[in-house]
T-cell receptor, first 115, second 113 residues
Framework: AQKITQTQPGMFVQEKEAVTLDCTYD???????LFWYKQPSSGEMIFLIY??????QNATEGRYSLNFQKARKSANLVISASQLGDSAMYFC????????????FGTGTRLQVFP | DAGVIQSPRHEVTEMGQEVTLRCKPI?????LFWYRQTMMRGLELLIY????????DSGMPEDRFSAKMPNASFSTLKIQPSEPRDSAVYFC???????????FGPGTRLTVT
């Protein structure tokens, strides 16, 4: 079974609008961490935001926020006020602290921001 | 501050040749990871080290792959002999502990012909 599922292969958003990238996860562990990374066309992987399973507040980092719904096992990334430079692949990842401690990545969502 | 440094950035080699990829983690980071990214398999962890000691190499595809970390500031991933199916982007990443984010290097794009 997929540990991390990103159902949107591609998304389009107009500049200055907000966009939500979906991520659902599968784990039986109580302690885990959720991450989002951005991969622009240049290829590097850029860390965006982290949410721990015990964090009660949704994580925020500038224009990025993580909509964490534990009961639904979802960790959607919200990008507010999209910019052209946000066009990239976005990967959701999970680390299960009680299991392998490895970071497992989803298949990614390609976001295109248009003027 | 320097991030994770990888070399070379691009490598083209012929099948059967030995390939060595290099990584310098961020100073002070105690974990180092090697990943491979392909269109077919996505991003997958190959091996990771803690304080220069290999902790989990279950992701290494086969005996042709080996990784070493002789000191805290240097690691290598070696493929011998290389095959066309090894063509991928190989990332090195480092972190402080396992709790939070990993910082990735720019990657090495390997092409085996």
């Amino acid at each position: 079974a997929q540990k991390i599922t990103q159902t949107q292969p591609g998304m389009f958003v107009q500049e200055k609008e907000a966009v939500t990238l979906d991520c659902t996860y599968d784990t039986s562990d109580q302690s885990y961490g959720l991450f989002w990374y951005k991969q622009p066309s240049s290829g590097e992987m850029i860390f965006l935001i982290y949410q721990g399973s015990y964090d009660e507040q949704n994580a925020t980092e500038g224009r990025y926020s993580l909509n964490f719904q534990k009961a639904r096992k979802s960790a959607n990334l919200v990008i507010s006020a999209s910019q052209l430079g946000d066009s990239a692949m976005y990967f959701c990842a999970m680390r299960e602290r009680d299991n392998t401690d490895k970071l497992i990545f989803g298949t990614g969502t390609r976001l295109q921001v248009f003027p | 501050d320097a991030g994770v440094i990888q070399s070379p950035r691009h490598e083209v080699t012929e099948m059967g040749q030995e390939v060595t990829l290099r990584c310098k983690p961020i100073s002070g980071h105690d974990y180092l990871f090697w990943y491979r990214q392909t269109m077919m398999r996505g991003l997958e962890l190959l091996i990771y080290f803690n304080n220069n000691v290999p902790i989990d190499d279950s992701g290494m595809p086969e005996d042709r792959f080996s990784a070493k970390m002789p000191n805290a500031s240097f690691s290598t991933l070696k493929i011998q002999p290389s095959e066309p199916r090894d063509s991928a982007v190989y990332f090195c990443a480092s972190s402080i502990g396992l709790a939070k984010e990993q910082y990735f290097g720019p990657g090495t794009r390997l092409t085996v012909t």
